[in-house]
Structure formats: C-alpha cells, structure tokens
C-alpha cells in the first residue's frame, strides 16, 4: 500500500461503512423474546479480539450500499439488503507517542437478512447474534454499544 491508500498512519480519514442487522424490526422476535443483533469478531488488527458491526472499507468507484453489502457477505457468509442510514460516526485511534495510527469515518447502516446462514470469513473469527442487553459483557469497539443501543431504540428500519 502507498502512504496515500495506507490504513496505518492515513493521510486522510478512511471511510468505511457497517451493517446493523437486527433479527427483527419491531423490537422482539415472534415468540417475544429480545431483539439479537449481529456482530463479528474482528480477526485482524486494528482491533483484533473485539466484537463489532460487520462492515469495512469502501473500495474507490464503490458506491456506500454495495460496500455494505459486500462488507456483510464476506464476514458474514449472509446476503443482506441494504435500508437507510443509521448512524455516522469517527473513530480516532492514536499510538503510543499520541500520533494518529488510525482514522476512520464509518457510515452504519439499517440492513436486513435475504438469505445464508452465519459464518465467519474473511476478516472475522466469529459471527453471532447477541441480545442487546448482553452486549455490555462484551469486549466492543468503543462506540459500538452506543450505535446499537441508539439505533434499536429509534426503530427506523
């Protein structure tokens, strides 16, 4: 990678797009138990270890909704479909001596299943629906927790 394009110390913030994907839109499942959203376990750094939105970097030339949906597939094994924005937020992540090691800019987006079954791939080592509530025992990306809560709460989907 070149200086422009690197992800590690980036000239430039790096746009990148994730997936909300709850198993239901009302909030609760048929049987009236608690609303799951899908997560992945990052597998490479930065952030390896840590549970977050699938999703990941925009290619040049791809437009948001087809990297979200491409994001999906290839952490996920599912085929999505691609709703509205749910959230815009940046994640700044300084080294050591206080440098930007990282800089993204991160569109969410509201997604909902179309077909597949759960898999890890690509750049993640797990894949799972969790319980909103149970989501604070996890170790989350900063700002995650927020996003879910939030977004679940506002029922725009």
């Known amino acids: 990678m070149t200086a422009d394009s690197s992800r590690r110390y980036p000239v430039r913030p790096v746009l ?3 997936a909300l994907v709850f ?15 899908l997560l992945v376990k ?7 270890g840590f549970w977050s939105l699938p999703g990941g970097c925009v290619e040049t030339g791809e437009g948001l909704e087809s990297a ?3 994001e999906v597939f290839e952490e996920t094994g599912l085929s999505v479909s691609v709703g509205p924005i749910a959230a815009v937020f940046e994640r700044l992540m ?3 001596e206080g440098r930007c090691e990282y800089h993204y800019v991160l569109i969410d987006f509201y997604c909902s299943v179309q ?3 759960p898999r890890a791939g690509d750049d993640s080592s797990e894949v799972g629906w969790f319980a909103v509530e149970e989501l604070a025992r996890l170790q989350l990306t900063d700002g995650t927790l927020d996003v ?4 679940a709460r506002s029922k725009n989907f």
Request: proline fraction near 5%; charged fraction near 30%.
């Open 68 to 70: 979200v949906a491409r």
């Open 148 to 151: 879910i809560r939030d977004s």
């Open 94 to 96: 300084p080294d050591g």
């Open 16 to 18: 990148g797009v994730g």
């Open 115 to 117: 077909s597949g079954s």
């Open 23 to 37: 198993e239901d839109a009302t909030g609760e499942d048929a049987a009236g138990e608690t609303q799951r959203v």
């Open 42 to 48: 990052r597998g490479r750094a930065p952030l390896a």
